[in-house]
């Protein structure tokens, strides 16, 4: 099981999901602006990486359907996943 979690605006938010596409998904924060840190936990290895805040916007706001999978591509690239 992967979690992830997400900090921004002063607030974290919790996920949890088989892969990494669905433990991102699964997070759900109040206010998707700001800089965020995300964190990808997988059993005991621990990546952080900072979004920008277009990234967290369109990651977590109400965008396209199109424009939310080239997010979360770029997401995974970010993360060295590859698919």
Do not use: H, Y
């Not at 892969?19 to 759900?28: F, G, H, M, S």
């Not at 995300?38 to 005991?44: A, G, H, S, T």
């Not at 952080?48 to 979360?72: A, C, Y």
């Amino acid at each position: 099981m992967i979690e992830s979690s997400l900090k921004t605006m002063g607030k974290v938010c919790c996920g949890k999901g088989k892969t990494i596409t669905e433990a991102i998904l699964d997070l759900k924060p109040e206010v998707p602006r700001g800089i965020g840190i995300l964190v990808i936990k997988n059993k005991d290895k621990v990546i952080e990486k900072i979004l920008q805040p277009n990234i967290v916007r369109d990651l977590f706001g109400k965008v396209s359907r199109l424009q939310k999978q080239n997010v979360i591509r770029n997401v995974k690239n970010l993360f060295g996943v590859i698919e």
